[in-house]
């Protein structure tokens, strides 16, 4: 079986992680694959939105528990490295990516989600930071994504007891962007996705590499990478075509271009 199912729908690419059996738990073939769906999607123009969403009960329990204890710390740190560069990935592309996410969210799933641009979870999903459980610090980005978004204290919180978080408590603290009914994840996922695929693509991918660039900016290296960015932005062909829209009183159809 394949542990990773890859299938565009007009300008989305949806990428199903599939290994259900083991709650979707992370082996080399997956992340590979992950990491050349996300540089194909890069690459091709007609791809405007990514989705990753998980198979079967829920999105993904992380690393496999069932094989921690048996690998050499070179196998971990080769592990750890892949996984590294699949969170790249994910934050490098000038695309946006969303987590429908199911379930649980556990662990490195848990920051894989975090790593992507939005989270759209199920009412009855849960999060859980369960490293602390086997005796181990987070890895795929989660010290580095979850304090900024709630903070400090409550990230120590969260990583040092391992509990399951709800999905409304996530969503009150702004870690998630929508939640929705459990029998609707699925289609207010492919709504979003399909709307912003319809956006402007150059807009948006600047301005997701200048959101996440500004957590190590100062405000005036800011203010004019804004200035030189803007600059740029209007040569566009979507700029062009949004200007021409307002005149007209008609919705743009942009080109990503």
């Not at 299938?7 to 599939?18: G, I, Q, S, Y």
Request: charged content about 20%; hydrophobic content about 40%; overall charge negative.
């Amino acid at each position: 079986m394949q542990s990773l199912l890859v299938e565009k729908n007009d300008r989305v690419l949806n990428v199903t992680l599939n290994r259900p059996d083991s709650l979707n738990s992370f082996d080399e073939n997956m992340l590979t694959g992950l990491i050349e769906a996300i540089e194909e999607a890069g690459r091709n123009q007609e791809v405007r939105a990514i989705v990753i969403r998980g198979a079967g009960r829920s999105f993904s329990a992380g690393g496999n528990v069932k094989t921690m204890g048996s690998a050499t710390s070179a196998q971990v740190y080769e592990h750890i490295g892949i996984l590294n560069s699949c969170i790249k990935a994910i934050k490098t592309i000038e695309k946006p990516v969303f987590a429908a996410v199911h379930g649980f969210a556990a662990g490195a799933g848990f920051n894989l989600a975090l790593a992507c641009d939005l989270i759209i979870a199920s009412e009855s999903s849960q999060f859980a930071l369960s490293f602390s459980k086997v005796g181990l610090i987070s890895d795929g980005g989660g010290s580095y994504f979850l304090p900024r978004l709630i903070g400090p204290h409550l990230a120590k919180e969260f990583f040092f007891t391992g509990e399951p978080v709800s999905a409304r408590r996530m969503y009150e603290l702004g870690v998630i962007n929508r939640m929705v009914p459990d029998n609707s994840l699925e289609e207010k996922t492919n709504e979003l996705a399909s709307t912003l695929a319809m956006g402007p693509s150059k807009a948006y991918g600047m301005m997701k590499k200048m959101i996440d660039r500004s957590f190590t900016t100062t405000l005036d290296e800011m203010l004019e990478q804004e200035r030189i960015t803007q600059t740029l932005m209007i040569s566009t062909e979507d700029h062009a075509e949004g200007v021409s829209a307002f005149k007209e009183k008609r919705t743009p159809s942009f080109s990503g271009n």
